[in-house]
């Protein structure tokens, strides 16, 4: 074994950040070009959540808005709950994820696994969960003593620690030699921080947002998502901040495809909005030949086998059936977003 290739530090939490960028070959190449994914899987949490997560709530240290025995309270459809309790058990904070049904089973296994107190609406306000989420938070907050929201949504701490880790570890991994970046939206951190970095390094590579059919961000209309932790039933404050962005939208059919393809071209296991994001490269593949292009896969599929690696419930919640998508996984055919709208 070389050990000078080993990451070296104090606590799990010194292994936030330095995930790898590969080149996929086999996807779907582009003509002259490269295609650069980004396994943001590979952080301990397993997703790119991990990075905030830490951010956030080592600044509210340092600033001693959180102390000894605070309660951390947190709106999460999994990944980001997963990297607070994470960040949590390592400085012994108790932390209470407020989550809905859409909550993969695993991750609520994970959050309690880490100790975390797992509180579940059953019910959407204005048809949307995550107004519930926010509403169950702000009750919370009220009713429990020396508590603390590190509010992800509209902390500059999470775009920040995605700009100074995820895209300035691919600018740099690339010596900022790449034409598009394509990232999947929900609190828009990724989004953000990615934005900031470009501007100040001066990059003209195009920025790409990959949101969902049923997400009222970028003026969008709200409907039935099914996919967690992409798109988003309110405008978040951060998503405020957002000008000028070109967007992708996709369904949840979009994603199940792409993360199938993907298992099956590169043995890479990508989570729901990473299928987003590689759906909306190929909608646009007539654009990127001779490109190189970056596609932030923000957690593991791992975490979707009951769900999008699941025919059954392919069948049962999205009306395809285990042919009809094998078919649709290994077409070559170019797909139409407009098409595949729900």
């Known amino acids: 074994m070389e050990r000078s290739n080993l990451r070296t530090g104090v606590g799990i939490l010194s292994t936030i950040g330095r995930t ?48 000894k025995g605070t309660t951390i309270i947190e709106s999460t459809s999994g990944n980001m709950g997963i990297g607070l309790a994470q960040v949590c058990r390592y400085h012994k ?30 019910t959407p306000i204005r048809g949307d969960f995550l107004h519930a989420r926010l509403a169950r938070v702000c009750y919370l907050l009220e009713t429990t003593p020396n508590s603390f929201w590190p509010n992800q949504y509209a902390n500059p701490a999470n775009p920040r620690a995605h700009c100074t880790g995820t895209i300035s570890e691919i ?30 390094r001066g990059r003209r590579a195009k920025l790409i947002a990959v949101d969902a059919f049923g997400s009222v961000l970028f003026g969008g209309s709200a409907g039935r998502r099914l996919i967690p932790g992409l798109g988003a039933g309110r405008i978040p404050p951060l998503a405020r901040e957002s000008r000028n962005t070109e967007v992708r939208r996709v369904s949840d059919l979009d994603c199940v495809i792409e993360c199938r393809r993907l298992a099956h071209r590169e043995a890479i296991l990508a989570g729901g909005s990473g299928g987003g994001v590689l759906s909306a490269i190929r909608s646009m593949w007539n654009q990127l030949d ?9 957690d593991s599929g791992t975490r979707y086998l009951n769900t999008i690696f699941d025919d059954a419930w392919v069948e049962a919640n999205l009306g395809v059936s285990a042919g009809e998508l ?17």
């Not at 809905?100 to 695993?106: K, V």
């Not at 001779?290 to 596609?295: E, L, P, Y």
Request: hydrophobic share 40%; glycine share 8%.
């Open 171 to 200: 600018d740099d991994q690339l010596q900022g030699a790449y034409d598009y970046v394509f990232v999947a939206v929900s609190s828009t951190g990724t989004l953000q921080g990615c934005q900031e970095l470009l501007k100040s």
């Open 93 to 122: 904070l108790p932390l209470i994820c407020v989550v809905d049904p859409r909550t993969q089973s695993q991750n609520l296994a994970m959050l309690r696994a880490y100790g975390a107190q797992v509180d579940v609406v059953t």
């Open 326 to 342: 094998a078919s649709l996984v290994h077409s070559d055919e170019p797909i139409s977003m407009e098409a595949r709208q729900p």
């Open 20 to 67: 790898p960028l590969v080149e996929l070959t086999r996807y779907c190449p582009l003509s002259g070009g490269h295609l650069y994914a980004k396994l943001e899987a590979f952080n301990p949490g397993g997703s790119a959540k991990d990075r905030p997560a830490r951010s956030m709530l080592e600044a509210a240290m340092a600033a001693g808005l959180v102390t």
């Open 290 to 298: 001779g490109k190189t292009v970056v596609a932030v896969l923000h």
